[in-house]
């Protein structure tokens, strides 16, 4: 079946403008985290959906950043008055149950550039 | 602040030579995942292990956990130009938290 899918990969913002990302999950899974990743580093987590429950959101750098998943399955991450210290890679990722062996299937990001 | 060290952080070798990458924690996991990204992908599961002391082999690479379970290494014999890329590990805790190391970058070249 398809992989996790995140739209759009590409996003360039001018500084100020609110952006919203986009994360399709794999069908039936029922966690989806969401990543940040700067450049030459490690995925740095933001936060965490169980279902449409929001469980841990400790990872979101300010309240510029919002999330959502309403119905369980697709979920956007929002980022209002983007600055440049937003530019990074956005991962998303899902799994299928919640085991302490999880396999997180990552989706390709979206690269943010905020000029 | 990363809660994993992972050293070396950049490592260039030939093709047939063997590498070992750590990954090092004060903190105690209750598992620890081993990832390889490529440029423009996601991170893609390489191992997951769980007990104190395990050692999992994939083909030519070979994962070993920490007795205290704060440590992991990947040990890879005779490189091919194929294992070029970004190696991450993962410290999972509560089940659902991923801590991530800043990664490995390994190029091997032919």
């Known amino acids: 079946g398809a992989g996790v899918s995140q739209s759009p990969r590409y996003k360039v913002a001018k500084r100020g403008q609110d952006v919203a990302l986009r994360c399709d999950p794999i069908?039936?899974?029922?966690?989806l985290f969401w990543y940040q990743q700067a450049l030459g580093q490690g995925p740095e987590f933001l936060t965490y959906?169980?279902?449409?429950?929001?469980?841990?959101k400790s990872g979101l750098p300010s309240d510029r950043f919002f999330a959502e998943r309403p119905e369980g399955s697709v979920s956007t991450l929002k980022i209002q008055r983007t600055q440049q210290e937003d530019s990074a890679v956005y991962l998303c990722?899902?799994?299928?149950?919640?085991?302490?062996?999880?396999?997180?299937?990552f989706g390709p990001g979206t690269r943010l550039t905020v000029t | 602040t990363q809660l994993l060290e992972q050293s070396p952080q950049f490592l260039s070798i030939q093709e047939g030579e063997n590498l070992t990458v750590y990954c090092n924690s004060s903190?105690?996991?209750?598992?620890l995942q081993w990832y390889r990204q490529e440029p423009g992908e996601g991170p893609v599961l390489l191992v997951t292990?769980?007990?104190?002391?395990e050692v999992k082999k994939l083909k030519r690479l070979t994962f070993q956990f920490g007795d205290a379970r704060k440590d992991s290494s990947l040990h890879i014999t005779a490189a091919q130009p194929g294992d070029t890329g970004l190696y991450l590990c993962?410290?999972?805790?509560?089940?659902?938290?991923?801590?991530f190391g800043s990664g490995t970058k390994l190029n091997v070249k032919p």
């Open positions: 990722a899902s799994t299928l149950v919640r085991d302490r062996g999880n396999e997180q299937y």
């Open positions: 069908s039936g899974h029922v966690s």
């Open positions: 959906f169980q279902n449409e429950a929001q469980l841990d």
């Open positions: 903190s105690v996991f209750s598992s």
């Open positions: 292990v769980v007990t104190g002391g």
């Open positions: 993962a410290g999972v805790k509560y089940f659902n938290k991923f801590y």
